[in-house]
């Protein structure tokens, strides 16, 4: 890997938000609303905390934990429609940039956006809700990279399928991750699942890293157990994503579909 | 006689049922500009292609510098770039923070000099600073041109470099290339539907035909051999052939 290529396509993707600002807003809108509905959801469920006691903290945690996976998610993803949109794909790949060195781009993008979203929320949650996300403690920072890397993991996965099927399969950039929700178990305890849908949710990720959150937010769950699930099943996952997105390349080139994407 | 820079040899792909090149060898020696010609179809574009590793071919071998394409790729296309009226670049970003990421992604020294030098050659000085989007087409071709001349290439795929230039402008281009074969040693493999520029730049020609290599020689030889009283004639005849 090479950084000067690495640092091209990530300066080729800042350049983009120099003057564009529905991709400024994409970054600050959609989780500054999420957080303002959400919000009075969890003010109107606080009247309730007699029955379910840390409403608030689960809700507002869960929910700026969620987009900084989501978003994590759509660095890479969107990162790889902006090529598509530009049909700039050629240049790319005619050039000595090798498949891994523009993955480790978008990652490096989606870091600086989850950077972005989190710090967005974090602040509004403190300023309107008088919520602080550093509530979770020295916990919050494996929490935040498990999900960084699961949202890697949905965003190749993604990309490689776009790249397969073209333009068409652009949607799946914004609604994969939300086939992901139900097993990640943001806002419920994995326990609520049906039988038969539990050990689907235990090989995902993000519900570990929840489960851990409300463990440390309960003090009553085994936050350590949960981590080394959620490391482990990232490292396996995101080693099997980065693999597949590379079969799909070679499938690609092959097939000719990278000179006629975004066509 | 020095060893060619590009080498094809055997040279097939096929989509399915279909083949767009069918066993095609030629070289491409070095200082050399190599036209190819070829109507719509005849697989000059996914020769270019497979020559810029975007497509695996599905059998034969490319090597140039003398090493093979497929083992050897990021060293290869270190040295080698490509223009064409019809790719696309950026469109949010200026002209110039283009040519930046180019140049930052092909890891060239003395950026800035090499941008303004590029710039000035070109005459794109009026919208160096402009977004992409709003450029015309002849502005584009001439950004395009920019990228693929800034990494300063051993060898230069240009598909129809000229299309879509006014006379004046593509003058210059072709002006351009001819200075950079003599100063640089640069090759070229080109290809244009403007016949006349062929011959003014070609010093050798190819002609496929349904993907397969039907002629090679200079264009006077290509002429003579099929009868015909200039280049235009010849295409003509192979593309109501086909």
Redesign the interface.
Known sequence: M?L??I???V??HL??YR??LPRIMEIFYWPFLDLVIWGFITLYLARYQTQVPGFVTFFLGALILWDVLFRSQQGITISFL?ELW???L?????????PSEFLAATMIMSIFKVVCVSLVMGVCAWLFYDYSILIIGLWLLPFVLNLVVTGWVIGVFTTSLIMRFGQEAEVLAWSMVFLFQPISCVFYPMDVLPVWLKPVAWANPAAHVFEGMRGVLSQSGQPVEHLGWAVGLNILLLTAMIAWFHRTF?YC????L??RVGE | MASPVLEVRNLT?T?GDFTAVNGISFALQPGEILGVLGPNGAGKT?TM?ML?????PTSGTISMFGMDLETH???I??QVN?SSTY???????TVE?NL???A????LPDVQRKIDDIVKKLEMGEFRQK?TRKLSSGQMTRLTLA?AFLTEPKILFLDEPTASLDPDIAHKIRALLKDEQRASGLSVLYTSHNMREMEEMSDRIIFLQKGNLVAEGTAAQIVSRFGQTDLEDVFLKLARES
């Open positions: 090479k000067h290529r640092t091209a396509i300066f080729r350049y983009l003057r564009s902006e530009s049909r700039n050629m240049n790319l790949f005619a050039s000595p940039l090798k070679a080139r092959n097939q000719g990278l000179v | 792909k989509f996914t292609h810029l590793g975007l497509i695996t790729r990021e060293a296309l270190q490509f790719m696309s670049m950026p469109q949010s970003l923070e930046w990421v180019v930052r992604l092909y890891g977004v990228k």
